[in-house]
């Protein structure tokens, strides 16, 4: 048997009109501002007009450690959507917008896969509603003014060899990653180091993603601090006045995007901040708009559970004040082998004890999301190879761990394929027994909030950080920065910071490289490992594939 | 009495729905793909079934050489627009959109004034429908393709000291006009000098407003000149296989964008080039398909006639097979005044005197554009302080050079003040008296068209260029490019290349100090003086000032 490819299906999906997509939701036509037959935004005016209604439930989606094999987090959100909608429940999900840079490098990201996809999925792989250009212009003017200020005689003492605003572009390329800036004589400013990031690492994005509304976003982007002067003393953004202006590129931006699943389905796609520097979930604009005019809100969380998810608690869902009804973790066969050991190559043949042993990655994660208050349902993402006694192992697996797993075959067969996980966590969202908290308070040290990640989460024994990371921390803790969350950047296909220690690893250390203060996001980048901000091109990039056809359809962007 | 702002104006526009401007043009619903309420984008299909219908009449709007006075050249477009309309003609306007990043640093520009405007100018001065976002983009993709094949290995062995292809950012931002790249190691590339330009500045600005089509938009890309090898032999965009991704990325923003004046009237606001190192005019597609759909189309060129409208003709007609039927010259009796000597703050005084004197800058370009064969009407641009015996000096001095000058009130009264110049105009246009036609032929050498444009334009005695610059004139003409047509880049101050010298200068001689090959545009950039490509913010930048106030609005920006 053959299977369509994912962009073979999303062109013959029967989209409907946004404006029909929007009448599900009960947006009136003027507050739903088309982009396009099959794009929208919905107004700022009728978001504020929601604030009173009851809230939804709220399911998050999201994953074990990424293996090779695939998972299926965004084709699982998805489903569950579309699962939920078929069995009567007003549902809607909240996905992250794509990258534009990485489209040209590997092969595209998608925006689920198979019969469980949100579409336009060309537009959302390209410029889709401009948020991420937006984004790309506010960054430019802050550092375009930060240079400027220098250059007219910096009056703020701002020491050139300390200005911490990096530029972005959203490409990748390596090229700019470190550069030598105003070169060139006199006209041109005082030379000094600079460097590019690619757009999602921008603060400017963890901002639009974490911000209530208007007011609050143009508040963060003041607390931003851009330099250091030689005293060590902080230059802010709003030293430079630069976050009205940045406000104002960023006012439609802040809008959450509406589109479809393939099954004419409600889904908001906003917001796409990096899952390592910054913490990895589309806006909480969207996510609470969603649940005052949804009754169920599927949204997911990036990378695995031990860092989208605990990102999503201890920073979202604290800082937003929301919480979860139930959460769902994404596995597949495929991956569960790959955690037992088996290679990529051989992921094909059944091997029942593989799955078996797998399975403990997959049981940290039950108990650490456990550890938050919330109820976790296993969704088993099927994949045709699989066989009834390996899917059966992940069930007996799952139930000894007093959760469960349920088999779902949304990718074949779309929202009819989820029936069985939608009924399911429809229950548990109903059944109130969520006693959601974060795992750590504000109150706590820094670096105790450090440990408690490393240890609750990662099951490390211990922290290692140097003096100089210690002091910096006591810093911003008598600064009044000490009350913020802490977002850890660390490779996401291991408990640890080995990236090939797959499993349930322990006894391991995590070693804090660097720490950076993100103080209008409003948490603590903690970095343990190497986290690249400006990826590269590989030697045959997927832009050379790229082009319309004949028809003017796009190849080889999927 | 006391006038209203232009944004005052603005927000009182009563606009109505997108789709109903559409309707005015016959454009179906599912052609017309709405950017908001208020703008939308042409489709492509709808662009292609149109080419069989008759051609209207084509009018453009350009001016004496610019003054501080200020000429309201778009203003008089707009204006102009509205009076055909009144007058019972389907007449659309076809106008470059704005560039971003100088709306932080000045005062931003609009798109027109007074009661002869387009909406939303908001959106205009910002994203609009990102077309300049999707030129970055495809800009930026190429910049890192190049990079990336020098990293790994540079099969085309190009020479790192010769990579012509700039980076670009739609943000006054003077740090990066001098760079250097890929500093900080091996995984980082070849270090090597770089540089920014402001997007409008990018060739793929030019190639997208001369662009057929998408296909022609592919070719041209590929024919883009990137960089050299030691040898000297041309390294091609299509030797990076960027051309087909480029033009995906760009596949939306060849489509025109379709917003309304304040009378609800049509309007094209389509790509925005360069006026000293591009063509400076709208896109060919816009100007192309509102000659199919409307009776009359009223566009602009950029800067003053000896630049705006000598690339009009010379490039843009010839390359896209148009002929205006006819031209209006703009000018007011401040920018006269000034012409004959008055300075800024004297011209609120009447001075019949100096307004003749004045009138020698009007009289060389209506002689300058006659001789390409069109009819020329005067429009003075009527400001408030002008008096009747001002006014009158200028409309005896244009009969007696063989055309006609005729007041237009459009900034106070809208189309109503334009009344009288449209009736005009309509009969010019249809009176079949022009006879169009460039002012050189293909076939002439690159250096005899810099020479004919220099002396039969801005009536110079003598061209100087050094053997260098001539040679390699000659090389290109050998490799196939003599029959493109010379793109001048001079002040647009001045006929010569002493932006000082006002009125009509005789006896000067213009240097070339630099010649530069669009390969991929078509033509040849000829620079005479200094000429900046990425602009620099002022020491109290307008970004300090733009902000939302409560009421969400835009203010500063304007």
Known sequence: MSYKSDIEI??????????????????????????????????????????????????????????????????????????LNRIGKKAMICIREASLG????????????????????????????????????????????????????NELEIDVRRVQWRRVVDMNDRALRQINVSLGGVANGFPREGGFDITVASEVMAILCLAKDLQDLEKRLGDMIVAYRRDRSPVF???????????????????????????????????????????????????????????????????????GAEKFMNIKCRKAGLAPDCVVLVATVRAMKMNGGVAKADLGAENVEAVKNGCANLGRHIENLKGFGVPVVVAVNHFVTDTDAEVAAVSEFAKAQGSEAILSRHWELGGEGAEALARRVAEVAESGTSQFSPIYPDEMSLFEKIETVAKRIYRADEVLADKK??????????????????????????????????????????????????????????????????????????????????????EGLF
């Open 469 to 554: 990371i210690r002091d910096q921390l006591k810093l911003w803790e008598e600064q009044g920065y000490g009350n913020l969350p802490v977002c850890m950047a660390k490779t996401q296909y291991s408990f640890s910071t080995d990236p090939n220690l797959r499993g349930a690893p322990t006894g391991h250390s995590v070693p804090v490289r660097e720490v950076r203060l993100s103080a209008g996001a409003g948490f603590v980048v903690v970095v343990c490992g190497e986290i690249m901000t400006m990826p590269g091109l590989p030697r045959t990039p997927a832009a050379e594939n790229i082009h319309l056809n004949e028809g003017g359809q796009i």
């Open 237 to 307: 953004c709003r030293d430079i006045k630069a976050e009205g202006a940045m406000t104002v590129l960023l006012k439609d931006a802040m809008q959450p995007n509406l589109v479809q699943t393939l099954e004419n389905n409600p889904a908001f796609v906003h917001g796409g901040p990096f899952a390592n520097i910054a913490h990895g979930c589309n806006s909480v604009t969207a996510t609470t708009t969603a649940l005052k005019i949804a009754d169920y809100v599927v949204t997911e969380a990036g990378f695995g559970a031990d860092l």
């Open 102 to 153: 990485p489209n040209f490098g590997m092969k595209g990201g998608a925006a689920g896969g198979g019969y469980a996809q949100v579409v336009p999925m060309e537009d959302m792989n390209l410029h889709f509603t401009g948020d991420f250009h937006a984004i790309t212009s506010a960054h430019s003017l802050l550092s375009a003014m930060i240079d400027n200020h220098i250059y007219w005689g």
């Open 10 to 83: 999303a062109r013959e999906a029967q989209k409907k009109p946004i404006q029909e997509i929007g009448d599900k939701l009960g947006i009136p036509t003027e507050h739903l501002l088309p982009y396009g037959h099959d794009k929208a935004k919905v107004s700022q005016d009728y978001i504020n007009s929601v604030q009173g209604n009851k809230s939804g439930k709220l399911i998050l989606v999201t994953a074990i450690n990424p293996t090779p094999a695939g998972e299926g987090k965004t084709t699982t959100t998805v489903g569950l959507g579309d699962g």
